[in-house]
């Protein structure tokens, strides 16, 4: 059975005009990665926020339309968006922070990641059941690899060159060989898995199943599943901290972050968190894990060194997607239904 969760997603598409002009407001609701209902309500604008005590939220950057999720590229420094209501992807240089491109990709563009192997961005794309390939260098599309049913969450292994996707309504996990972008295998887990990460210390894959409520641990050697770990309600998406070599996953429907010891496999902590968190990722630079909580419009801090929260700050309206940016040491927040994206400092 499906998750039951209320995973609505909302974004708003409007014509606008200000100074008295009259405005026409459209909105459009996604649920659990699929088209839902139609709604109307007013436009959502993107915000730009002023820095608080903690330094946080520093600006936002228009982008496509519902963008749903974040990578950054180490080869050119660059962060790419997808936008899953306009099938593309926003290209930003994060020296600048301005858009530099938009590429076409498929249909609901959600899951992204980058292959540092090759200098190529893999992209899910929900709505065709493929993964785009684009060319860093170029940020031209130079494949489509057909994957799963329903494809969501990419990660890369540094250590076996592969790309990992997971395929909500297959459950299952796709495997791409990054040098030939061919499919060679495909790992069952289990029921609608969301998000995927690599813990390059034990070179193991983690994926979150929605629907059962767990993780599922894939060696990336063999492509064996070698283990399971219960989390909270609706696992959403999984991030690694290389520092003190933990796992953090979001339970959407628990409002926390589940701990796991990459070294065990086992429940070390929980972390509550704002409401329905998503997307997760791990800063290098200050051993911080960032959480985005799509019904609370924030983003909670948590110190990796300690698992404690020390702060929260207001993003724009769904934050979805999280990624980190090592070059300048900025947090960089996907905000579905402001198309828009948080810049943190």
């Keep these: 059975m499906a998750p039951t969760h209320p995973h609505w997603r909302i974004v708003s598409i409007a014509v606008v005009t200000v100074l008295a002009l009259s405005s026409l407001s459209l909105g459009i609701a996604f649920g659990h990665s699929a088209v839902a209902s139609t709604a109307v309500g007013p436009k959502t604008v993107p915000r730009v926020y002023s820095l608080d005590p903690m330094n946080l939220a520093a600006g936002s950057i228009p982008v496509g339309s519902a963008p749903y999720a974040v990578a950054y590229d180490s080869s050119n420094k ?6 899953e209501g306009s099938a593309n992807v926003t290209v930003i240089n994060g020296a600048t ?10 249909t609901n563009p959600e899951g992204v990641a980058f292959d540092s192997s090759n200098g190529y961005v893999y992209v899910a794309n929900t709505g065709s059941d493929t993964v785009t390939v684009i060319n860093g260098t170029t940020d031209k599309v130079v494949g489509s690899v057909t994957v799963g049913t329903a494809p969501h969450g990419v990660a890369f292994d540094s250590s076996n060159k592969y790309v990992y996707v997971a395929n909500e309504d297959s459950f299952t996990v796709t495997v791409i060989n990054g040098a030939t972008d061919k499919v060679v295998g495909s790992v069952s887990v289990g029921d609608y898995p969301e998000g995927v990460a690599f813990d390059s ?3 193991y894959v983690y994926v979150t199943n929605d629907g059962s ?43 926390n972050v589940t701990v796991i010891n990459g070294k065990t496999d086992k429940v070390v902590g929980s972390v509550p968190v704002g409401s329905s968190p998503e997307g997760v990722a791990f800063d290098s630079s200050n051993k911080y894990v960032y959480v985005a909580n799509l019904g609370s419009d924030t983003v909670t801090v948590i110190n990796g060194k300690t698992d ?13 997607g999280v990624a980190f940016d090592s070059s300048n040491k900025y947090v960089y927040v996907a905000n579905y239904a402001s198309d828009s994206v948080t810049v943190i400092t």
Excluded: Q
């Design 308 to 320: 404690k929260v020390v702060g929260s700050d207001p993003v724009g309206v769904y934050p979805e």
């Design 78 to 83: 660059y962060v790419y968006v997808t936008n």
């Design 97 to 106: 922070d301005k858009v530099v491109g938009s590429v076409p990709v498929g």
């Design 201 to 203: 210390s034990n070179k």
């Design 213 to 255: 409520a767990d993780v599922t641990v894939i060696n990336g050697a063999t492509d064996k599943v070698v283990g399971s770990v219960p989390v909270g309600s609706a696992p959403m998406n999984v991030a690694f901290d290389s520092s003190n070599k933990y796992v953090y996953v979001t339970n959407y429907d628990s409002n």
